[in-house]
């Protein structure tokens, strides 16, 4: 019988057998008993490094994998794949190897089969500070033929001003070693600004190729609302960078015609379910957590209503008060910190399927909201004791989570049982 904690990862068993090595205990034991005092000294030490050696070894073993339960019942495996240095964004490659960006500027090539690690050459300086740094990662929908990858990082000009921007660059090499080439400028966040916050920059592709940028307002917020800077918006464009005629807004200059939404303030999630439509999360001010459905040319409210307050404490008038706003189809009291997004389709979670899944920062979970058409509500959360920046979907249906800051680790979730 065995006895599994499943914050620890401890495990007791009653039916304990000791390894082949615990010989070489008993002819320490024996030195030490016959010994000199400083033979005695030297093999007590090589005993404590011993066991350390062995307890370590063990409580590895143990707290690779671990039980999680949720709220509602499910319990799910959590299997570490490594540790990284501020994991921000992942996404699979076809073969099933994943590319993972770290937030100081590393781009890793993670081997599966072995958890080897590879540094991509070729990544941009970044600044990294505050929120900013190397940012999101996706494929192109061709990638197996073009083997391009889009990814957003933070620059900043001459006066120190940073913005967001997006690139796309075809990945080369082989298990020796991987390099960025060809790499264009498709998007910058206009204008730069002071500041370390709300970046955003989180990339997605619709069925029809084109490609999505999630843009926060730098911690401004007017901007969210202004037709002349891009902040605070999502920007649709074609693969290549260039403008989408049919894009919403033509007749408010040259830069909305990028617009697809406007009125967001830190949009850390966004992805398509499998109908085509396009769901974000977003950061509410002093909470009023925001889960939106996108639609074409609608404004969501962002400074000018909120189910948040300032952090000042002072009121913001509430989404009920400006019915020209779209309104969330979830929102959350207290915050949750919402960051990472997928809408899952996989076999694994079979009753999961077209369900969102995020992770929460403040909130130290993952949680699972149920999609009914264009409704959404909040049905499961899981306790993950660590912030969580980042959730993907894997090849065979697994939830992969990176969680934030330095020693972030790379989860692999698989369900063990459900009640529901």
């Known amino acids: 019988m065995t006895l599994n904690h499943k914050e620890s990862g401890l495990s007791v068993s009653s039916g304990f057998r000791a390894p082949r090595n615990f010989f070489f205990l008993n002819v320490f034991l024996f030195q030490l008993r016959r010994g000199t005092e400083p033979a005695r000294s030297l093999i007590l030490n090589g005993l404590i490094f011993f066991s350390l050696l062995v307890l370590s070894g063990s409580c590895y073993a143990d707290s690779a994998k671990s039980e999680i339960e949720g709220n509602a019942g499910t319990i799910l495996l959590s299997e570490n794949y490594g540790m990284f240095n501020e994991p921000w964004a992942m996404t699979f490659l076809p073969e099933g190897d994943l590319l993972i960006t770290e937030k100081s500027g590393n781009l890793i090539y993670f081997r599966m089969k072995d958890r080897s690690r590879i540094r991509v050459g070729g990544v941009p300086d970044v600044v990294n500070r505050g929120q900013g740094g190397l940012g999101d990662i996706i494929l192109h929908p061709q990638y197996q033929d073009n083997h391009l990858i889009y990814f957003s990082y933070v620059e900043e000009d001459g006066s120190g001003n940073s913005g967001a921007v997006v690139v796309r660059a075809r990945l080369q090499g082989a298990s020796a070693g991987y390099e960025l080439k060809n790499m264009e400028v498709l998007w910058r966040q206009t204008p730069k600004v002071a500041g370390n916050g709300h970046f ?5 592709f619709s069925f029809d190729g084109s490609l999505y940028i999630s843009s926060g307002e730098r911690q401004k917020q007017a901007p969210a609302q202004s037709w002349t800077q891009n902040l605070g918006k999502i920007i649709r464009l074609n693969e290549d960078g260039s403008v989408p005629e049919d894009n919403p807004f033509q007749d408010k200059g040259e830069l909305a015609k990028t617009f697809w ?12 379910d499998k109908e085509g439509r396009l769901w974000a999360h977003e950061m509410g001010p002093r909470h009023g957590d925001e889960f939106n459905l996108i639609l074409r040319g ?3 409210g962002w400074p000018l209503v909120s189910w948040g307050d300032q952090y000042s404490g002072a009121s913001i008038p509430d989404h009920d008060t400006g019915p020209e706003f779209h309104s969330p189809e979830v929102y959350w009291v207290p915050s949750i910190a919402p960051s990472g997004l997928v809408i899952y389709e996989g076999a694994l979670f079979s009753a999961w399927q077209g369900n969102a899944l995020m992770g929460g920062l403040v909130s130290k979970a993952l949680i699972r909201v149920n999609i009914q058409g264009s409704h959404a509500m909040e049905v499961e959360r899981f306790a993950m004791e660590k912030r969580i920046r980042e959730v993907e979907q894997g090849p065979d249906g697994a939830l992969w989570v990176l969680e934030d800051q330095r020693g972030g680790r790379l989860l692999r979730l698989t369900p063990i049982s459900s009640q529901r």
């Open 200 to 204: 955003s920059h989180r990339l997605a």
């Open 261 to 272: 939404t406007l009125g967001h303030r830190n949009l850390l999630g966004i992805a398509f």
């Open 298 to 300: 609608a404004n969501y």
